[in-house]
């Protein structure tokens, strides 16, 4: 008489084992190399992405394996139906949960990464960028969680519906924090300025000193600190004057009405001599524009190759200069308010 446990012999279920334990051996010897592999490869690039391949990777439990290896091992064993199910379900719920592992692994690591590069470029991201790895990782384990319940034969109909029921009413509850919190998400992403940025805001004028979950705080010129919300702030139109690669400046200056034409004519090129005199400069034009109440007009439009204030102040300075000095040399004098009237004296006949 053969023994049988559970329907099947001894050597069915020896043979189940060795397959399972043959499976798992290989597994984790495919692990080991795939890891070590990895990470020869990982020392040689400057991706990231690698490196967080490797920590993936080496995430896989050993439990995980087994699990797997027995599911197929007991594909050779005539089991009742329902132990059939369970094991199948077992192997499922094995499966979703190192998914979780390895998507957990793969948020935390890359975290870690962009958290590193905020403490050297924006250290003001830190905050939102962790949060964001939160929300990231509760996401996916209450997905993995709701996927478990489901498999396991629960109806997550209802805890769904009554999850979005309460989310909506939470949301509207707190519908300002919220959009302050995604606004603060989306400038950590899209980045449209930084922390030492200099920025214009409506009729604020500042440097970024913080980016956080809730504000954004703005050292004005004056001194004083502007703190908007990071809904609002994202809603203005904002000028970045960092990310500005070249200055264009356009001024305007009047000559008297009494120059010679000779005169009038030569001041396009002195004025052109003066801005190609100076560094980092570009000229474009300089013109006769208009017939003013006491002034001949002129237009003038040059670049500066760089966006640096102070380098604009200075250049601008050394062209007025040079301007006062060129004019006086060709008796040309700058215009200024005045009004010329005219008395005509006249007698009545008698």
Known sequence: MVFKFLGNSLIDWGISLLVTVAITIIALTIKKIAVKK??????????????????????????FILLEAFYFGAYLLELPATKQVLIARCAVIGLLVQSAIWGDKGIRLWLHDCLDRARQEDASSITSTAALGFIARLVLWVVVALMILDNLGFNITTLIAS???GGIAVALAVQNILGDIFASLSIVLDKPFSV?????VDDATGTVEFVGLKTTRVRSLSGELIIFSNADLLKSRIRNYKHMQERRIAF?????????????????????EAIE???????????????????????VVYYL??????LYMDTQQSINL?????????KIDFAYPSRTVYVVNSTDDK
């Not at 030492?196 to 214009?200: E, K, L, S, T």
């Not at 009405?257 to 002195?270: A, F, G």
Request: aromatic share 10%.
């Open 38 to 63: 990895l990470k020869v490869i990982a020392s040689q690039t400057q991706t990231h992405i690698d490196d967080i391949l490797v920590g993936v990777l080496s995430s896989t439990h050993v439990l």
């Open 163 to 165: 999850l979005g029921i």
């Open 196 to 200: 030492g940025d200099f920025i214009v």
């Open 252 to 272: 305007s200056i009047g000559v008297v009405y009494q120059v010679t034409e000779d005169q009038l004519r030569s001041i396009p090129k002195i004025i052109r």
């Open 277 to 299: 005199a100076q560094p980092k400069t570009r000229f474009d034009r300089a013109h006769f524009k208009a017939y003013g109440e006491s002034s001949l007009d002129f237009e």
């Open 305 to 310: 190759t760089e966006s640096d204030y102070t």
């Open 322 to 330: 040079m301007l006062f000095n060129q004019f006086a040399r060709a």
